[in-house]
């Protein structure tokens, strides 16, 4: 098959001949095909991750120069990460300092930075050695100072995993460092919000929401609404791993389960962005004003509730918190509809969110709670 004239036919045969450890007879077969038909490069990479690493990191830079400067490198630097080797590091932080390198693959340069300083099988940074995890900060901190934009952002995000305390000081840095792009200072300070300690984080996020800049705001709302977790994602696509203890900025009161506002927010820092253009902004902001007291909160809440667009149980939750803070009985229907869907367990939580609230409409309303999943399952 390695003679046969069908250039993919070639390519099959080679690529099942090197696991079968003849790569010094299909290797050339393999790059003498890409060179001459190079649709074919595709499936060609996938002989990367099979290669010992000295004709592993040989045939990807002869793949890199087949495609050329400007092509979409995203699958060829996956083929090359798929495989953990500490060897490949300097090669991945290379290939992050090239300023034209497509999102996707710095994505891909992520997992492998991780996997080549951590190991490829590990399930949080605590499983790996305090020196490896130094010897990630060192090389994190270093290319998170200076560097092409996703560099840096990558350099970021693998130090909140090696070392949180530093990620946070260097991303205070970073967000006050008018020499960034606006995309990267929000970067950092969304780092900067996510890593610090709960009661330093409150008093950013308050600080923000009383501030001028709107997308800062938003990033202060969801952490005043959801706590830590909704800024786990940079970009929608750079994952923050951390071991983080996720705490819920907007607490639970003695009684029950209802809710109070954030300590040291003010009503007046909130009001105006329930007019926000951005309807989930409008919609936290409506949460935040309604455990503030105010009424009018409810209706950028429910609107953005009924989009239909996010209903998860997120979403319902804070619904029905906003209720329940308010002791507003005549939204009743709203309730019912949200408990038609949930399951005993997410029950349980909406039940013990308005036992306090009053009037006979209620009562029975949990009534029907009870009866629905048993007051067994409510305990």
């Known amino acids: 098959m390695l003679r046969a004239q069908t250039p993919a036919e070639r390519v099959e045969a080679a690529l099942v001949l090197v696991p079968l450890g003849k790569a010094d007879r299909a290797l050339p077969v393999l790059l003498e095909t890409a060179r001459a038909q190079p649709q074919l490069l595709d499936r060609v990479k996938d002989v990367l991750p099979w290669l010992v690493w000295e004709k592993r990191l040989e045939t990807f830079r002869e793949l890199s120069k087949l495609r050329g400067p400007d092509a979409d490198t995203t699958a060829l630097v996956a083929a090359m990460t798929e495989i953990g080797d500490r060897r490949a590091a300097d090669l991945f932080w290379q290939l992050l300092a090239d300023p034209n390198l497509k999102p996707e693959a710095a994505t891909m340069l992520h997992l492998g930075l991780r996997q080549a300083y951590f190991g490829q099988r590990y399930a949080s940074p605590r499983q790996v050695s305090a020196a490896s995890r130094r010897e990630l900060a060192a090389s994190a901190k270093a290319h998170a100072a200076q560097g092409a934009e996703l560099e840096r952002l990558v350099a970021l995000a693998l130090l909140v995993e090696a070392a949180p305390d530093e990620a946070a000081q260097v991303a205070a840095k970073m967000a006050a460092d008018p020499q960034l792009s606006e995309v990267l200072q929000l970067d950092a300070f969304q780092v900067m919000l996510f890593t610090q300690p709960t009661e330093p984080a409150l008093k950013t996020a308050l600080e923000a929401v009383a501030g001028q800049n709107p997308e800062r705001r938003r990033l202060a709302l969801s952490l005043l609404v959801d706590g830590k977790a909704g800024l786990?994602?940079?970009?929608?696509?750079?994952?923050?791993?951390?071991?983080?203890?996720?705490?819920?900025?907007?607490?639970?009161?003695?009684?029950?389960?209802?809710?109070?506002?954030?300590?040291?927010?003010?009503?007046?820092?909130?009001?105006?962005?329930?007019?926000?253009?951005?309807?989930?902004?409008?919609?936290?902001?409506?949460?935040?004003?309604?455990?503030?007291?105010?009424?009018?909160?409810?209706?950028?809440?429910?609107?953005?509730?009924?989009?239909?667009?996010?209903?998860?149980?997120?979403?319902?939750?804070?619904?029905?918190?906003?209720?329940?803070?308010?002791?507003?009985?005549?939204?009743?229907?709203?309730?019912?509809?949200?408990?038609?869907?949930?399951?005993?367990?997410?029950?349980?939580?909406?039940?013990?969110?308005?036992?306090?609230?009053?009037?006979?409409e209620m009562l029975k309303f949990r009534k029907e709670l009870r009866d629905k999943v048993g007051m067994e399952n409510l305990r």
């Open 232 to 360: 786990r994602v940079l970009r929608r696509q750079f994952y923050l791993q951390s071991e983080i203890v996720e705490e819920v900025v907007v607490r639970s009161s003695d009684s029950g389960q209802s809710v109070r506002p954030p300590r040291g927010l003010q009503i007046e820092h909130v009001r105006p962005l329930m007019t926000h253009a951005d309807p989930q902004v409008a919609a936290y902001a409506g949460y935040l004003t309604a455990l503030l007291g105010e009424r009018a909160g409810l209706e950028p809440l429910l609107s953005f509730w009924r989009r239909g667009e996010q209903k998860a149980e997120g979403l319902d939750r804070l619904v029905y918190r906003a209720i329940a803070a308010l002791d507003d009985s005549s939204r009743i229907a709203v309730l019912r509809e949200i408990a038609a869907r949930l399951n005993p367990t997410e029950t349980r939580d909406l039940y013990w969110t308005i036992r306090g609230m009053t009037g006979q």
